[in-house]
């Protein structure tokens, strides 16, 4: 099984923005729930937010209103666009199908300093 690759983070100051981007190889992307989790050095990895198949989202509390997650079902696609960052959103960042119980993919690494 293939694992989802993460692009797109970075090294910003506080309040910048980026966003993130994963491809995935499942055959069946247009009907799985995609998420993004992120994992702080020393800490759990925590659900970000999360996108139906037929395009609602959740976000966790911290990440409402100042991150938006989308998808392109026709690129395996999924984006993070995460706004008015804080340097307790560093981490390292992973796309992943909720269904999903094979290899984590290498993540893309979110640097927000003060």
């Known amino acids: 099984q293939v694992p989802p690759v993460e692009s797109g983070g970075g090294l910003v100051q506080t309040g910048g923005s980026l966003r993130l981007s994963c491809t995935a190889s499942?055959?069946?992307?247009?009907?799985?729930?995609m998420a993004w989790y992120r994992q702080a050095p020393g800490k759990q990895r925590e659900l970000v937010a999360a996108?139906?198949?037929?395009?609602?989202?959740v976000y966790t509390d911290s990440m409402k209103g100042r991150s938006t997650i989308s998808k392109d079902n026709a690129k395996s696609a999924v984006y993070l666009q995460m706004n008015s960052l804080k340097p307790e959103d560093t981490a390292v960042y992973y796309c992943?199908?909720?269904?999903?119980?094979?290899?984590w993919g290498q993540g893309t690494q979110v640097t927000v300093s003060s």
């Open positions: 499942s055959s069946d992307f247009n009907t799985v729930t």
């Open positions: 996108i139906t198949s037929s395009g609602k989202a």
């Open positions: 992943k199908a909720t269904t999903d119980f094979g290899p």
